[in-house]
């Protein structure tokens, strides 16, 4: 029997918040019900365009009584509350990275989203990427033994504005995140972070105190390693590759280009157009797979939505990668 459209409430309109507006909208399982942000406008414009109704009051998407499951797609010290706000109406979250900066907050939320039971999904929607899954499939099936070494190369074209900067958390919360949960998606049990960052050409990391490169590496229990590679530019596009190695092989994640065609000539051969150059087009296939898999864990099926713990665990290594670049030292952790 089919379901309803899953009616959601989307809090924040930024650039995420319009990616989300548009998958829910172009969903069949998803219906916008009500769009939220303090700047009213950008509510309406985004209800113009997707349905719904626009308000400023985010109070009205956990009172309306038509709405079915909540995104969070505001400002990260908003995150927290509004996840609290969601648990105790018994709605349905899916809540972009990271939980909170202050894993003291997290931990404090962490107890009532254990006990109430209302499905908090976290949005790291790189587990969702089509490329990335099909190796994490291949590798938990055994096809190159057992994991040894685990490499992610993640590079932004461009350093963001000094401002984000001063409140982003830091290279290790707001980028390295990311690849901290795809590490763990293949690793889960990482016991020790070791992390070495540098200030080599953006003005606004220096000014705020933060890292524009970083490599970071990690030890599973197994004694398997991740390394994970960072830059805060890359003049050849969004740089994002994943290698999984093993004794019985390797599986590698290439770049996308912007094009398939290639020219060869006296001047240079098999010359390529440059990979893609911003992560929305880079992971639209993997917000719109993250929005299909929140929507099941959502109507209480099977799912494989990263959950607050995961949020948790990934902040935990944020903080240890930070604390090690910072006094040069090896950090163990629990994720417990």
Known sequence: ???A???FGLI???RIGQVHAENIAANPDTALAWVADPFVDGARRVADRFGGRATADTDEVFTAGDVDAV??????PTHVDLIERAVDAGIPVLCEKPIDLDIARVDRLRPKVAAAGIPVAL???RRFDPAFAEVRARVAAGEIGALEQLTIISRDPSAPPADYIAVSGGIFRD???HDFDMARSFLPDIVEVSAVGSRTFDDGASEHGDFDTAVVTLRAASGALVTIVNSRHSAVGYDQRLEAFGGNGTLQVANRSTSLVSLSTGDGVETRAPYEDFFLQRYAEAY???L???VRLARGETASSPTFEDGRAALILADAAQRSATERVAVEVSLA
């Open 292 to 294: 299909g898999e929140f």
């Open 12 to 14: 924040g309109t930024g």
């Open 175 to 177: 980028m390295t995140i």
């Open 1 to 3: 029997m089919p379901h």
């Open 288 to 290: 719109a797979a993250e």
């Open 71 to 76: 995104l969070i797609a505001s400002p990260t």
């Open 123 to 125: 949005g790291f929607n």
């Open 5 to 7: 459209p899953l009616r």
